[in-house]
Structure formats: C-alpha cells, structure tokens
C-alpha cells in the first residue's frame, strides 16, 4: 500500500523501520513542527522528522492537521492508509477521510484500558501486572476507534516507563505492519472497544512527578518508576529541587517517619508510610545523576534530616 506515516517521538521509529522493510511504499512523514531544545534552544527536527530527513522522504509539519494546505497535500500524495504511532495531535473528521483505509493507531495499552497520552506511565503507576499494545482505527473519539489486533506485554516488578516503552515500541511495530498487510489484503477486521473497563492516561505533569512520602512503599516506588525517564520523579531537600532515580523497597528495614533519611555505608534509606525505600541515582539541580551514597557523603546529611 501507498503510506503517509504520522509520529514525532524516538518511539515511533521501530514502527518506520518497520515499514521501511516491508512492501509498503513510504511516501511521506508527517511530524510535529521543530521545536526549540537545548541550551541555546535552537529548532531541532523530531526523531520522526529526522529519520525522514536521513532517507529523503518528504517530511510534512503542519501546525495543526486541520490546515487547508497539509490536507491538500495529502490528497495529492494520496495515501492508502496513514499509520500512525504517537504524532502528537487531534487530526480532523476532514483528514480522517482522505486516505482510502483511514487512519490506524499503534496505542502502547490494551484498549479500552488507558486511553490518553500516557498508557505506560499509568499502567506502571497503578500497578498494572500485564499491559500491551492495540492497533485501531483512528476517529474523532480519544482512542475510541475499532481495533484490528493486540498484544500483550508483561510489566517487570522494576520496569521504568521507559524499559516498558522501548519493548512496547518494538513488539508494536511488527503488529502494526501486520495490520497493514491485512488491510491490503482484505482480510483484517476491526472489532468495536466494549464499552466497560474504560480507563484514561492524562499526560503526566511534573506536579504529578512530585513523590508523596505518605504513600507506602510500594506506591512510592511505582510512581517513580512511572515517571521515569519523563518527567523524572522529584522531591525537595534543603529547599531545593532533587531528582530521583528509581528506588528499591525494602522490606525489614528500620523504622522511618516518612521522607526521613538515613545514610549508611552502602545505603540511602528514607521513610514512607509503611516500610522504607533505598534511593537510586540522586540529580541535584544543575549537576549530573550520581549514586545515592556520594549524593549524600558529598553533603554530609545529617540525623534528622528529611525530603519534603
């Protein structure tokens, strides 16, 4: 088949290569617009826009997919289906309707279970012992759309988001190019969500990245494992911002009030509401991550003192 490919981040591109390899015919990317990174904040081209740029494959980036000027050039490409895996933005009734096949989604969740931005970082958050990936038609609905196919993808007791994403965007790709072998074939069918077990994926903010040393052990350690590697769990000590790397429940250590911090010799332990966690890597604002015990010996941390 003809395809426009829509995505912007790193996770879109096994799904490209994906493609690339098969018998489809690549005609166009379609990303979001550069945005400024950096220091210097200069425009960069995103991952998806970039491994376009490398191939010479024309690389399209409308501010928003309703505009007038991308929807023509997408009837002049005339695509037969667009797959899509993480693009970043609503795409109109008007868009949906060009290509002959429609729009398919990778989703990094077993739909109807985490529609949204975020389906990995809420699965790891809450606990989710199994998630997946499911392809489906793309429509005016958040991820409402009918799915042609799934998988299924255990979540590891010290997964990140990031570990879960990277092996999700993997797996994904091969299903998404069997989607579109099907669909060229004639013989995929797309079957409707049920309408129970829905659950939402909000996107992540960094207020939700603030870890609560209230919570017991097992939830202080999901949350920083979900917000792993973005947009990185945090807490405040001495007044200042601290990043965390994920963190190792322990289950007969010492008594701790929550966000309390005891420093031994091979060891950085802090409370929680029930058992204690050992901390991870340490990112001090401005400074590189370092082991939780030099974060510690370099300032000299005191009895008594605690993460807020």
């Known amino acids: 088949m003809r395809l426009v490919f829509a995505g912007t981040p790193a996770v879109a591109l096994p799904s490209l290569d994906a493609i690339a390899a098969s018998g489809h015919e690549l005609l166009a990317v379609v990303t979001r617009p550069d945005a400024p990174a950096g220091r210097g904040r200069h425009l960069v081209r995103s991952p998806a826009g970039a491994w376009a740029d490398e191939r010479g494959i024309e690389v399209l980036t409308p501010a928003r997919p309703r505009e007038p000027e991308f929807q023509q050039r997408l009837r002049e490409l005339a695509p037969d289906c667009v797959p899509v895996v993480a693009y970043g933005a609503l795409v109109p009734p008007s868009a949906l309707e060009i290509p002959r096949h429609g729009w398919v989604n990778l989703h990094f969740s077993l739909l109807p279970a985490w529609r949204g931005a975020a389906p990995v970082q809420h699965a790891v958050l809450h606990g989710d012992e199994v998630t997946g990936a499911s392809v489906f038609e793309l429509e005016a609905g958040l991820d409402t759309g009918p799915v042609y196919g799934t998988l299924t993808e255990e979540i590891r007791p010290t997964d990140t988001s990031g570990d879960l994403l990277d092996r999700l965007a993997v797996s994904g790709a091969g299903l998404l190019v069997a989607?579109?072998?099907?669909?060229?074939?004639?013989?995929?069918?797309?079957?409707?969500?049920?309408?129970?077990?829905?659950?939402?994926?909000?996107?992540?903010?960094?207020?939700?990245?603030?870890?609560?040393?209230?919570?017991?052990?097992?939830?202080?350690?999901?949350?920083?494992?979900?917000?792993?590697?973005?947009?990185?769990?945090?807490?405040?000590?001495?007044?200042?911002?601290?990043?965390?790397?994920?963190?190792?429940?322990?289950?007969?250590?010492?008594?701790?009030?929550?966000?309390?911090?005891?420093?031994?010799?091979?060891?950085?332990?802090?409370?929680?509401?029930?058992?204690?966690?050992?901390?991870g890597e340490v990112r001090p604002a401005g400074k590189k991550a370092m082991p939780a015990t030099d974060w510690a010996r370099g300032l000299r941390i005191q009895a008594g003192e605690r993460f807020e």
């Not at 350690?221 to 792993?228: L, M, P």
């Not at 966000?259 to 929680?272: F, K, S």
């Open 179 to 279: 989607v579109l072998d099907a669909i060229q074939a004639g013989t995929a069918k797309a079957h409707p969500q049920p309408g129970f077990d829905v659950t939402l994926a909000p996107k992540i903010t960094v207020e939700d990245a603030n870890v609560r040393w209230n919570d017991p052990a097992f939830a202080v350690d999901r949350r920083v494992r979900a917000c792993t590697p973005a947009p990185g769990a945090w807490t405040i000590f001495r007044g200042e911002r601290v990043k965390l790397g994920p963190v190792r429940p322990i289950a007969n250590g010492p008594s701790l009030t929550a966000g309390a911090i005891q420093v031994e010799r091979t060891q950085v332990l802090v409370g929680t509401a029930t058992t204690p966690v050992a901390l």
